[in-house]
């Protein structure tokens, strides 16, 4: 059994910061990518940003230069280090991990809003 923990995300007003973690915990035996996704009322869920296991990361265009993904290797953690949030960035946003063997799992999703 793998479980995610994703931390609390919050209301931020525009221009703010917010840092998300996400805990992974249980039969991980190796992992893979971890990332970030996230999924705005009425919309399809799309990528925000992911980092490999060799530290090489992949960021959705419209949060390019704004976001970061980071992770720890030794506590299975990664983080979505957020600045100069939009009200577009509004969403739920879901942590993604997967393992070597092609395993994946998500976790529940956190809200974040972006609004004065």
């Known amino acids: 059994q793998v479980q995610l923990v994703e931390s609390e995300g919050g209301l931020v007003p525009p221009g703010g910061s917010l840092r998300l973690s996400c805990a992974a915990s249980g039969s991980i035996f190796s992992l893979d990518y971890m990332g970030w996704y996230r999924q705005a009322p009425g919309k399809q869920r799309e990528l925000v940003g992911l980092?490999?296991?060799?530290?090489?990361?992949n960021y959705a265009d419209s949060v390019k230069g704004r976001f970061t993904v980071s992770r720890d290797n030794a506590e299975n953690t990664v983080h979505l280090q957020m600045n100069s949030l939009k009200p577009e960035d509004t969403a739920v946003y879901y942590c993604?991990?997967?393992?070597?063997?092609?395993?994946?799992?998500w976790g529940k999703g956190t809200a974040v809003t972006v609004s004065s």
């Open positions: 980092i490999t296991s060799t530290g090489s990361t």
């Open positions: 993604k991990i997967r393992t070597i063997y092609g395993m994946v799992y």
